[in-house]
């Protein structure tokens, strides 16, 4: 009875004083002798938080000039990059830039953005940034690039530790000779120690004739939220996902101490941060990966478009669905035949620059792909895959041809993927939008091939809004075809792929389905939130009900979505909650829709952001 009542006191007790992380506005807070008490720990590398547009605002730190340039860099990603809170998809512009368009509504403030950051050089920042972040109950921020679709590497109110600048170099193992016997790898490898972008690796690898797993976009990092949470790839069809290739990682963990993750040692850990999500169980310093002989490769590529005179839009727009479909059920035929890369659709004019789409396609619609296949001799194997592809796709296109669309392709040879990479996918893309919203999905053979009409409703459903949507959004959907091939093998054999915490659905995935949707930056929240509502239920269900048993890729997700533990781990989320009670029990590592994120809710009072609390 006494023991109940303690119970029923202390449980009252947490309820008066809810456990929060610390923020400015409360009495917690480090004082301005705890800052500069860590700046000395860290050498002189805090840096107080400004928000990147600030000089364009009135008061102290206004400045035209640096204002001006600000704007032409904006949807830049690397200059985004290089600023302490510069993000690629601000979750919210609470400090947005002002231009013609854009006439902000308020003042400009830190927002969602850390109030420090640490600019950390080497791994024993990071270290005092953890263990300054425990000592004051703060919430912690770990960002290399701020590239993050789902905001997951900002945090209002919080303490940063950027990883950007511990650049200890890239080293080249010309026959890797593993510390570990389980690792039965002896091809090529690099160890990347620090926060360096894929743009750095693929320079080594292409210079030495090699080829590694790496982004599309050579400006997304390469040891944090990418290759943590899965890395798909140009490359994925031939070799995996990037988590397939690591060999070995240096872990900074919740307690401050640099360890080492492979397939000997602390091996939990080493499945966690192969695809288990970045920002959760520790900062990662090092990868070892590995790299692989170049090819020769082949691409197709082919475009489809509504003709200027076209007589009835709408029967051209059924035309398209039914073209973009045929595609779709083709997709697994032409990756087991060797093909992979990248795809998109949509109806209405594309105002995006998101979509990357070729110009005939902006603007009214259509579809594109610039597919690729490795081969042995670029020449030799030249003909047969044009009459593979004929028979595979084309045959079923050509009676859609002239009737209201153009199709048209080209083919390119490349005497190595290198080569390729930088001809064909080597893009920047545009970032920096607040009113955005994105969801995907991975799709599996039987999605594509079983039921048409299926497949048909699903283009309908993701290419248009709901009718109570307020406004107008540009809907472009990204078609990824990078699954197929090796990634389609689940690793049992006994060596490092046992550990992969990636999600299963990955090893039955050929394609990746992104449905986006963007809204002028003009509009209100109003028709921002109709927007996310439609993508995270309408356009998300009618491709759960197309893929019931499959997933959605993480860092191309929804920050929305309700179903997140499921869509983004599968059947590992409990193993991965686990391994991450093992490793910060204190949660000192959080980031929204993360493994262990259910313990915590950020009040939010009309924001899209605010404290930190547990649940
Ligand atoms: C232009 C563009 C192109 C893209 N192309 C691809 C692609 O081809 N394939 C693909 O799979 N994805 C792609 N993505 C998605 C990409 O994988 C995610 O945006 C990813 O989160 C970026 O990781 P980052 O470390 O660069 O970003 P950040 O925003 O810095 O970090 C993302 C997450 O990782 C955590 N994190 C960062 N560094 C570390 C670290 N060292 N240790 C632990 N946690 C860390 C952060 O806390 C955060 O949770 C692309 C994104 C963009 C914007
Ligand atoms: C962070 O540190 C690096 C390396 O010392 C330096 O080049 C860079 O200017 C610093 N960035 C900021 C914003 O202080
Ligand atoms: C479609 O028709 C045009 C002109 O009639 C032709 O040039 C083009 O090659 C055709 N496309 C395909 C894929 O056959």
């Avoid at 026959?175 to 743009?199: D, H, M, Q």
């Avoid at 153009?406 to 490349?414: E, H, L, N, P, V």
């Avoid at 490793?583 to 993360?594: E, I, K, L, W």
Wanted: hydrophobic share 35%; with cysteine; charged share 20%.
């Amino acid at each position: 009875m006494v023991s109940l009542l303690a119970l029923l006191a202390l449980a009252g007790a947490s309820v008066a004083s809810r456990d929060c992380k610390c923020t400015p506005e409360d009495e917690c807070w480090p004082t301005l002798t705890d800052w500069a008490e860590l700046n000395d720990a860290v050498s002189g590398k805090l840096i107080r938080n400004v928000p990147v547009a600030e000089p364009c605002y009135f008061g102290d730190g206004n400045d035209r000039h640096a204002c001006q340039d600000i704007v032409s860099r904006w949807s830049d990603s690397t200059f985004q990059a290089s600023q302490p809170v510069g993000y690629c998809y601000p979750l919210d512009y609470a400090c947005p830039i002002v231009t013609a368009e854009v006439t902000p509504a308020g003042a400009c403030e830190l927002g969602p953005s850390p109030v420090y950051t640490i600019n950390a050089t080497q791994s024993e920042d990071v270290t005092q940034g953890i263990l300054f972040a425990k000592k004051h109950n703060l919430r912690l921020v770990v960002k290399n690039t701020g590239h993050d679709l789902l905001a997951r590497s900002q945090g209002y109110g919080s303490l940063q530790i950027w990883v950007k600048y511990i650049q200890d170099g890239i080293d080249f193992h010309e026959e890797y000779e593993p510390k570990c016997p389980l690792t039965n790898w002896k091809g090529s490898a690099f160890s990347v120690r620090g926060g360096y972008i894929w743009g750095d690796l693929y320079a080594e690898a292409f210079d030495r004739k090699l080829i590694v797993v790496g982004a599309q976009d050579w400006t997304v990092g390469i040891l944090g939220g990418y290759l943590q949470g899965g890395g798909h790839s140009p490359a994925s069809r031939d070799f995996g996902l990037a988590v397939d290739q690591v060999l070995e990682l240096q872990v900074v963990l919740a307690s401050g101490e640099l360890v080492t993750a492979n397939a000997c040692e602390n091996r939990d850990l080493f499945f966690a941060l192969r695809g288990g999500g970045g920002g959760t169980y520790g900062v990662v310093v090092s990868a070892t990966l590995k790299a692989h002989p170049t090819r020769p490769v082949i691409t197709h590529s082919l475009i489809v478009y509504p003709l200027p005179d076209r007589k009835d839009p709408l029967a051209t727009t059924m035309a398209l669905i039914d073209v973009v479909a045929e595609f779709l059920s083709a997709y697994p035929a032409l990756s087991d035949g060797g093909f992979s890369g990248y795809g998109g659709w949509g109806v209405d004019k594309v105002d995006s620059p998101i979509s990357g789409a070729p110009e005939l396609v902006m603007q009214n619609g259509g579809y594109s792909h610039v597919f690729a296949k490795l081969v042995d001799n670029s020449d030799d194997d030249f003909e047969q895959t044009q009459s593979f592809v004929e028979d595979t796709l084309l045959q079923r296109l050509r009676r859609y041809n002239g009737s209201g669309l153009m199709i048209s392709q080209t083919w390119g040879r490349y005497s190595s993927f290198g080569e390729y990479y930088t001809a064909a996918t080597k893009v920047q893309q545009r970032v920096g939008y607040s009113k955005m919203a994105i969801t995907s999905r991975l799709l599996d053979k039987a999605a594509l091939t079983s039921d048409i009409d299926q497949v048909k409703e699903m283009l309908r459903v993701t290419s248009t809004n709901a009718p109570d949507v307020p406004e107008k959004a540009t809907i472009w959907t990204m078609l990824f075809l990078v699954g197929g091939g090796r990634v389609l093998e689940d690793p049992t054999a006994p060596s490092t792929d046992r550990f992969v915490g990636v999600h299963p659905a990955w090893r039955k995935a050929y394609l990746l389905a992104i449905p986006t949707s963007v809204l002028p930056e003009s509009v209100g929240q109003d028709a921002v939130k109709g927007m996310q509502r439609d993508t995270s239920y309408r356009k998300a269900d009618v491709m759960r009900d197309l893929a019931p048993g499959t997933g959605s890729y993480a860092n191309d997700g929804d920050r929305n979505d309700p179903w997140w533990t499921v869509d983004f781990f599968g059947d590992h989320y409990p193993r991965l909650r686990a391994i991450k009670e093992l490793y910060d029990p204190g949660h000192v590592f959080y980031c929204r829709t993360c493994v262990g994120s259910e313990y915590w809710e950020e009040e939010m009072e009309g924001k899209e952001y605010g404290r930190l609390c547990e649940v």
